[in-house]
């Protein structure tokens, strides 16, 4: 029997467990299975809420909301997802640039029913980093980061010899254990695909939360709001932070770019809903089910 084989009948014999619980404004579920299963995927979920505490913006006790409030923190999560957003910034030319945090508190405001009208205003400032450090001079918008974050954080927690595990959180998910659906945006039951795949996977668009029109998304460039797209799945092989960031970039431009964009992106791969047609990039398929 090969070592794999030896683990995976280890992990069967010690059972495993499983977690469903709100986090970031979603549903989290954790599975796993092997030694120590039940305190492992506790321990996760407790990894996940103390980093929500931590970067929800719209919580004023988090270190990413003082750091809004005030235009300075030292926090190592928050500087890690800064650090990740600038880059992003810069290679997808300003499409997804976290300076736009008064953009995104007033559309998250409108989507949950607390302003009548959406005023988004696109002005911005400097952003610095140094160790743990962040200085900015503008309000910041990390949900495009936090949410795929907290999952790669959680899928650490339930990692190690002797053990398997997932982390799902409201369309992030680290690389899954087994098959998974990609739901359909327009509300029946049947999955779009199903993947298997040992990358990590996000999916992005209008359908999961809108109002009016109006969803959750928007490109800073064209000063643009809302999803050009009915859904933005996409496999990333780095981390789920960057599936979602990726997912989110995807869903704000129109479809030749974000298919352009997916194909150039090295470790990325897109299935992307437009119009009720499927396009996908070239090596999407080798992680279908």
């Not at 190592?76 to 508190?105: N, P, S």
């Not at 298997?196 to 928007?218: F, K, P, Q």
């Not at 996409?234 to 704000?252: I, K, P, Q, S, Y």
Request: a negative charge.
């Amino acid at each position: 029997m090969s070592l794999a084989d030896t683990l995976s009948a280890a992990r069967a014999r010690l059972g495993g467990a499983r977690l469903e619980f709100r986090c970031c404004d979603t549903d989290f579920s954790i599975q796993t299975s092997g030694y120590r299963a039940e305190s492992v995927a506790e321990r996760a979920r407790n990894t996940a809420l103390s980093l929500e505490a931590e970067l929800d913006a719209f919580d004023p006790d988090s270190a990413v909301a003082r750091l809004n409030r005030t235009g300075r923190v030292e926090n190592e999560h928050v500087a890690r997802l800064v650090r990740r957003g600038l880059e992003y910034g810069e290679r997808t030319d300003g499409v997804f640039d976290i300076r736009y945090g008064a953009v995104e508190h007033d559309l998250k405001a409108y989507l949950r029913g607390d302003r009548e009208t959406v005023s988004a205003t696109f002005e911005t400032g400097s952003v610095r980093v140094d160790g743990d450090r962040v200085v900015t001079e503008t309000e910041l918008d990390l949900n495009g980061l936090a949410k795929g974050y907290i999952v790669d954080r959680a899928a650490v927690a339930v990692s190690g010899p002797g053990r398997r595990g997932f982390v799902s959180g409201g369309g992030d998910m680290s690389p899954p254990t087994g098959p998974i659906a990609v739901e359909s945006p327009y509300g029946d039951s049947r999955p779009l695909k199903v993947l298997e795949t040992d990358w990590n996977v996000a999916t992005s668009g209008g359908y999961r939360r809108e109002r009016d029109g109006v969803d959750h998304v928007y490109d800073p460039t064209s000063e643009r709001l809302g999803a050009r797209h009915e859904s933005v799945t996409v496999v990333a092989n780095r981390d789920c932070m960057e599936a979602d960031a990726l997912a989110t970039t995807l869903a704000a431009l129109p479809l030749s770019g974000a298919l352009e964009s997916a194909e150039a992106w090295p470790g990325l791969e897109a299935f992307v809903v437009h119009d009720g047609v499927f396009r996908t990039t070239e090596g999407f398929d080798e992680h279908v089910a």
